[in-house]
């Protein structure tokens, strides 16, 4: 049996991940920041429905030393609830958008977006390291706006194209133990992302959907499967890449 550590599994494309990875009888450790309650009821339902055990864990990736509390209970779980010492697929999903002026931009913006969005993945990985097995999978969750110039996004954007770099250098350190790194760069997508934006301005919904090829917003279920797909042996051949799902965004 595999088991997934997936971060921000408490909403949206993580949560997809999640009930995904649950489906296919992935055991999951997900995290949360602010949504207990949604975390609890997402434990509750996958062990109701899917048959396999699941553990929601707090992380805030912008509190001041979030990493050897968490790499700690992570370990403690996985000893006690699925009695081994290691874990396959680890996805780092979890990330904050917003958008800010390059004139105006603060360094407490900067340093939320690059906590959240950046550093987190790299120690969250950093410290889980000696628990993921040998030839398991890391898959990073970055964007296309680590590409796409979309005005006041410098920062999240530069965040982003942080993150698909450093998976390749990962993989390459990584691979003399099998371990597969990519990163998938999902499009515009109706999430709780950036303080739910869509929900609070629909009016951005149309424009986006207009220049999407596929004429639509993501939905997270979109990227449940991928993202599962990519972590399994179907995808055993493949690191090092970072792959587009944005029902092609700007094409
Ligand atoms: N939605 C888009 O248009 C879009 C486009 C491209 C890329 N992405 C990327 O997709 C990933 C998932 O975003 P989403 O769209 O699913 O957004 P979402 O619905 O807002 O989910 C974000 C997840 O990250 C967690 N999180 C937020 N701040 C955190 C912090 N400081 N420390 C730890 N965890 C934190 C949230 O936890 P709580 O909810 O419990 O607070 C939640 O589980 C992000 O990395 C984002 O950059 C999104």
Same mark, same amino acid.
């Given at each position: 049996?595999?088991?997934?550590?997936?971060?921000?599994?408490?909403?949206?494309?993580?949560?997809?991940?999640?009930?995904?990875?649950?489906?296919?009888?992935?055991?999951?450790?997900?995290?949360?920041?602010?949504?207990?309650?949604?975390?609890?009821?997402?434990?509750?339902?996958?062990?109701?429905?899917?048959?396999?055990?699941?553990?929601?864990?707090?992380?805030?990736?912008?509190?001041?030393?979030? &990493?050897?509390? &968490?790499?700690?209970?992570?370990?403690?779980? @996985?000893?006690? /609830?699925?009695?081994?010492?290691?874990?396959?697929?680890?996805?780092?999903?979890?990330?904050?958008?917003?958008?800010?002026?390059?004139?105006? /931009?603060?360094?407490?913006?900067?340093?939320?977006?690059?906590? !959240?969005?950046?550093?987190?993945?790299?120690?969250?990985?950093? %410290? @889980?390291? *000696?628990?993921?097995?040998? !030839?398991?999978?890391?898959?990073? /969750?970055?964007?296309?706006?680590?590409?796409?110039?979309?005005?006041? $996004?410098?920062?999240?954007?530069?965040?982003? !194209? !942080?993150? /698909?770099?450093?998976?390749?250098?990962?993989?390459?350190?990584?691979?003399?133990?099998?371990?597969?790194?990519?990163?998938?760069? *999902?499009? *515009?997508? %109706?999430?709780?992302?950036?303080?739910?934006? &869509?929900?609070?301005?629909?009016?951005?919904?149309?424009?986006?959907?207009?220049?999407?090829?596929?004429?639509?917003?993501?939905?997270?279920?979109? $990227?449940?499967?991928?993202?599962?797909?990519?972590?399994?042996?179907? $995808?055993?051949?493949?690191?090092?890449?970072?792959?587009?799902?944005?029902?092609? %965004?700007? @094409?």
């Amino acid at each position: 049996m595999k088991i997934a550590v997936v971060t921000g599994g408490s909403s949206g494309i993580g949560k997809a991940v999640v009930l995904e990875l649950a489906k296919r009888g992935v055991g999951v450790i997900f995290t949360y920041n602010s949504r207990k309650n949604g975390a609890d009821t997402l434990v509750q339902e996958i062990e109701q429905n899917y048959g396999v055990r699941a553990v929601a864990i707090k992380l805030d990736l912008n509190a001041p030393t979030p &990493f050897d509390p &968490f790499a700690e209970a992570v370990k403690k779980n @996985l000893a006690q /609830v699925w009695d081994t010492q290691t874990f396959d697929y680890l996805v780092n999903n979890a990330g904050i958008g917003g958008a800010m002026m390059a004139h105006e /931009v603060t360094e407490a913006h900067f340093e939320q977006m690059i906590n !959240a969005n950046f550093k987190g993945a790299v120690f969250v990985t950093r %410290h @889980l390291l *000696p628990m993921l097995a040998d !030839a398991g999978a890391i898959l990073n /969750v970055a964007s296309t706006s680590a590409k796409a110039q979309t005005i006041g $996004f410098s920062i999240y954007g530069a965040t982003k !194209a !942080a993150l /698909v770099n450093w998976s390749k250098y990962l993989a390459k350190e990584l691979a003399p133990r099998k371990i597969r790194v990519n990163s998938v760069s *999902p499009g *515009p997508t %109706h999430t709780n992302f950036s303080d739910s934006a &869509f929900d609070k301005y629909p009016e951005y919904i149309q424009p986006l959907a207009d220049e999407t090829a596929l004429g639509r917003l993501g939905r997270p279920e979109d $990227f449940g499967s991928a993202i599962a797909h990519f972590l399994s042996d179907d $995808f055993a051949w493949m690191t090092a890449q970072d792959v587009e799902i944005s029902g092609g %965004h700007r @094409l």
